[in-house]
């Protein structure tokens, strides 16, 4: 059982390339989420998605979209980077809602990326 | 006020000290709380849930004060292998949808 997998582990990036960030998870969770993690920060919610087809924005989605085609897969796109996204990324997905008593969120890995 | 507040630390301790941590949260009507675990470099684990009456996972023990909004983690007899960064999680806009994550506290237990 793999969980989440996300892929790339590392990216370094020029100012306004763009690139996605793969996020797959085996455990058939609906709820899937993207958090970004600065030095000395919390984690940040980026955009969340509830069910294949279904996704929302988080607390900081400026510069980033999602997608969720099937319950498997939730791609984040970061469009014209910018140095303020070099962050480290986490993808997560969880059985029930994120927030129910009781309830694990799964992260992925970790995507290290630098924007310059 | 931060919506989940956290003592960033580091919180510097002999092998076999106990430990506690306290987060305190902004809305009284939070329902949901947990403890993650994140050591250097790593994603974060689930540690505890923490429930209303208090609940214990062996050394751990995670306890919840709605009075003064705040949840607490207790590690007791703690090994090396306890140095990690603690996340506190809560569920702060109504619903369960989202958790608002603190900062950590970092801990480093010394030989």
């Known amino acids: 059982n793999a969980g989440v997998t996300q892929t790339p582990k590392f990216r370094i990036l020029k100012i306004g390339q763009s690139m996605t960030l793969q996020c797959t998870q085996d455990m058939n969770h609906n709820y899937m989420y993207w958090y970004r993690q600065d030095p000395g920060m919390g984690l940040k919610l980026i955009y969340y998605s509830v069910g294949a087809g279904i996704t929302d924005k988080g607390e900081v989605p400026n510069g980033y979209n999602v997608s969720r085609s099937t319950t498997e897969d939730f791609p984040l796109r970061l469009e014209l980077a910018a140095p303020s996204q070099t962050s480290v990324y986490f993808c997560a997905s969880s059985y029930l809602t994120a927030g129910v008593p009781g309830n694990t969120i799964y992260f992925g890995e970790g995507s290290w990326l630098t924007v310059v | 006020r931060k919506e989940v507040e956290q003592d960033p630390g580091p919180f510097n301790v002999p092998e076999g000290a106990t430990v506690a941590f306290n987060c305190t949260y902004s809305n009284s009507a939070s329902q949901s709380f947990f403890w993650y675990r994140q050591d250097c470099r790593k994603e974060p684990k689930l540690l505890m849930s923490?429930?209303?009456s208090g609940n214990e996972d062996g050394r751990f023990t995670a306890q919840l004060n709605r009075a003064s909004q705040y949840i607490s983690l207790l590690i007791r007899d703690s090994k090396l292998s306890d140095s990690a960064t603690y996340l506190c999680a809560v569920n702060i806009k109504e619903g369960y949808q989202k958790v608002t994550f603190g900062t950590g506290t970092k801990l480093q237990v010394i030989p």
């Open positions: 923490v429930y209303s």
